[in-house]
Nanobody, 121 residues
């Protein structure tokens, strides 16, 4: 069973930066689309940023220009660089990816366990 393991969350002051990372727990064959979602207290989970296998990216309007999603295909890792953080960015951030774990190349969607990001004012 594949798990997505996230790291890099924490507490930061407004205006600060954090970098989140996410990678599969074991060797896999291929990863297609990778994304970061977040769920703020009392709100529904929302898409923050997505990066396709081609490298094409898209962002939520609220983070455009402040957050950057990237991927290292050799390490099967996706990153989220978050700059100019604001209190409204406080949320649990979840990694999401379409992964082919075997040579059948059957892609399954996986979620990470979530990492807390707290931005103080």
């Amino acid at each position: 069973q594949v798990q997505l393991v996230e790291s890099g969350g924490g507490l930061v002051q407004a205006g600060g930066s954090l970098r989140l990372s996410c990678a599969p727990s074991r060797r896999i064959i291929s990863i297609n689309s990778m994304a970061w979602y977040r769920r703020a207290p009392g709100k529904q989970r929302e898409l923050v940023a997505r990066i396709a296998g081609s490298g094409t990216t898209n962002y939520a309007g609220s983070v455009k220009g402040r957050f950057t999603i990237s991927r290292d295909n050799a390490k099967s890792t996706v990153y989220l660089q978050m700059n100019s953080l604001q209190p409204e960015d406080t949320a649990v951030y979840y990694c999401n990816a379409d992964i082919a774990a075997t040579t059948s190349y059957y892609y399954v969607n996986y979620w990470g366990q979530g990492t807390q990001v707290t931005v103080s004012s």
